[in-house]
């Protein structure tokens, strides 16, 4: 569609002329020509139009054939009144065809300004008609005629069209034609070039032929800052210090500045501006005389004039078309080239900026510009090729290109700023434009200043050897950039993982906008354009990841969604260069090595590491609190065990249930961590509960050997109660109960090993349940790693994760309840058991006390210990007293003697002790186990039922089949059996003991000739 109309051609881009849309466009680039200070588009317009007429006044179409002339009411009749007289008007285009939009690949219009009539009507003149001849004011034989009403219509003229585009008025047009009519009189074959325009107008103007003194004031104040411009600060000859003329055209044109310097005939300030403005314009690089004037070609003047009749060749209705006569107005501007100083080169250099510029200026809706300026661009870099270039030149193209080469590269720096779907097709035609200029910048422009080489050079070179790469890397970026920034991502700190999530799938978004939208066009100048473009947001996208994953210390739902939308983002974008890379050469490896893997699983795994370890470190807190404050005193009485313990396998228990319940791939090596680490502490939590000492800690120092002595003072009194022994038993019977307590002697210490083993039993029952909970989720995967085939589960071919600690726990528990067992028997029922049973008396001390208080004892037993824990702890009581009856026979000291008749008494007490464990709650120890345990004792009890003379056989034989002697030769002693503590009835030191408690003659006799034992006293 048609934009607004430019107001007026280009020049400088620092005065405000234009509408408000094309200033905002024309920011967007950077004006390649240099400021004139002072100097509006309208004054270079106008100035351009006045030097455009005066080069071309003797053109077809500008007044006559060879000369310029003006329209009278005679020419109009002797034309028959219509105007043409039947001949085709001079300079008129009847049917235009361009050979330049040709060649530029521009369109014809279907209308063009020659196609449209120009004529008259009632009462005045059209906008399009050949110019009125203005009114002679003192100049006899010219007159200026109103053209009659009714004129009949007819093609416009090139200078027709040249006004018309370059918005001069008909008022201005006559004051132009006037003053070239006047300045020429008797010079028509003058050349333009030798003519200082902007004199000729001051001369010959004057203020009457003006609307008001104001406008003439302003039209007198642009001709002398032209001349400004063109002879003080920007001549094409630079000025020598001090120049009198310079000065004194300084002085007038301040002067002119706040009122209008006299212009009559007689003016010295006319006179002195004349000879100052031919004193500069005359002037010549060497000195020698020369035939052109110099006042409006130094750069940048003569451009930006020669830019504003450039850029006239464009359609007002429609700024994105050029006019079908562009041919003939471009070769009508070649006329300005010898007063503005323009060669062939810096015509398409300018020609080039000129229709780049436009494109801009329009929106760039129409590509046909742009691509016109890339054709213009060829013909620029055939004209660099050429030797003898000047310097001035390659400067105005180095500018110029840069200019164009910059703002292209703003759009395809950001293409996904300023191309969507619609208009992608743009960057097929920027690519090339920019590409040309920077080869021609890069390849062919070098700029020599000096004399040579040695006095200096600067040289423009493109230095990228991957532009679109840059392109795409850049664009890239900055569109990431832009989601961040749009989505304040950097600024989320407290939804990091939200906002990490959508940035990830902004990323595929654009990713999939890349690959779909850009990468085929692209893909005609870079092989392997999507490839770059994913290897860039896999690396920006990595960036952010990383500053992420600084601030994550644990796995959440949050982060492990982050991390499954990560690896779905790095697995398309590694599709997409291994697709776009496949016809490589090294198959797309150089750019794959450019990804650095995100390695997800890896992180993942990491995290779950740290998460299995900051688990298990509250584990170790809690078990290291158990070490420095547990006491061993139920919980309560329903539940018997130790607190800790309860803390333990809750949080066990808790990091079993979340570890499940991580949203991830759970494998089997991840779980086997997991349980190794529980099972660890579990195994040191057991240490711990197990640390209570040993049962050796409560058997008594064995006493020393001694034989019994028949004249002692005891065996005295105990004959003397011989015949009482009938009332002893008595006593016995009926009387001990009443001596001893039947309360239960067990201490506190023993009941916290109680505690203890009944913390072991809840720990264990736990470990059941946390190992079904492992090894029945749904959740575990078979493991990739070697580690878990050479697992320990799998060598052992176990289906539990707590096998080892499960064992340890049970031996812990085997020991804690042998400590209390002996505890129980050797230290709390010490006074009734061990210090009391057969003491002075077999009769009179027997065991049926002992076993009132062992069933109060069993009785708590069962009542504190948990139904798992009652059967070995009882089994390991009964083992304890069942060892310390066997003290009491073979190691109980002075106080103790047996006889032979004592036999009888021991098996029925010993009878009764094992009935206690038979009888002992519901079945909780086998008889079988009960008779087994006792077959020790009971073969001790036999060797007590033996005659001494055949103990002392018996004993002997043992002996040296023990010591290694085989047969006691003569002369020789039997060695004394060492004390294993392990009794038996085949062991020496057992039968020896029994002969040292044998109240006998033989026995007596035997130990003192055999081993000097000494009496006891």
Known sequence: MGLHSLCESTSSPHVASRPDHHEALEADFVWPFGELRGIDRDDIRETAYEIFFTA??????????????????????????DGSGGQKPYGVVMS??????????????????????????????SAGTNPPSPIAHGSSGLSFTVPQPLRPRRPMTSAEIMRQQMRVTEQSDTRLRKTLMRTLVGHMGRRAETIILPIELLRHLKPPEFNDFHEYHLWQQRQLKILEAGLLLHPSIPLEKPNTSAMRLREIIRAGETTPIDIGKNSDTMRTLGNAVASLSWRSPNGTPTDVCHWADGFPLNIHIYNALLQSIFDLKDETLVLDEVDELLELMKKTWSTLGITRPLHNVCFTWVLFQQYVLTAQIEPDLLCASQAMLLEVANDVKRPNRESAYVKILSSVLTSMQGWAEKRLLKYHNYFQRGNVGQVENLLPLVLS?????????TITEGAGREEGEITLVDSSGDRLGHYIRSSLKSAFAKIIKTRNIKNMKQEASKALFQLAEETEDLALKEREIFSPVLKRWH????????????????????????????LTTETVGVFQRTRKLEKLLVQMVVEDSADCDDGGKAIVREMDPYEVDSIILNLLKRWIDERLQKGKECLQRAKESETWNPKSKSEPYAQSVVELMTLAKETVNDFFEIPIEITEDLVFDLADGLENQFQEYATFVASCGSKKIYIPTLPPLTRCNRGSKFLQLWKKAGPCGAGAEEWHQNGANEDHSTQSSTSRGTQRLYIRLNTLHYLLSYLHSLDKTISLSPRTVPSTRKRFANGRRSNNNSSSYFDLVT????????RISEVAAYRLVFHDSNSIFYDSLYVEDVANARIQPTLGILKQNLTLMTTILTDRAQALAIKEVMKASFEAY?????????????????????????????????A?????????????????????????????????EDFSIVTCETSGIGVLGSGQKLPMPPTTGRWNRADPNTILRVLCYRSDAVANKFLKRTFQLAKRR
């Open 527 to 554: 092989p392997t354009s999507a490839a770059v473009a994913a290897v860039t947001l896999h690396n920006c996208y990595g960036a952010v990841l990383k500053q992420y994953l600084g601030g994550v210390f644990k």
């Open 886 to 918: 066997l003290m009491v026979l073979l190691a109980g000291g002075s106080s103790r003697v047996f006889f032979h008749s004592d036999h009888e008494i021991l098996e029925e007490d010993f009878k009764a002790l094992k009935q206690v464990f038979c």
């Open 807 to 814: 064992t340890s726990i049970q031996a812990s528990c085997q």
């Open 920 to 952: 002992c709650g519901e079945g909780l120890i086998a008889e079988e186990v009960v008779e087994r345990e006792a077959e020790i004792a009971e073969g001790v009890i036999a060797l007590m039922g033996m005659y001494t003379e055949q103990l002392v």
């Open 56 to 81: 071309c006044r003797s053109s077809p179409g500008f007044g006559g054939r060879n000369a310029l002339t003006f329209y009278s009411s005679n020419n109009l009749q002797e034309n028959n009144g």
């Open 437 to 445: 200029a920077s080869r021609i910048l890069g390849e062919d422009v």
């Open 96 to 125: 235009p065809t361009s050979r330049v939009k040709r060649a530029l690949g521009l369109k014809m219009l279907k209308r063009s300004p020659s196609k449209r009539m120009s004529g008259v009507g009632a009462g005045g003149t």
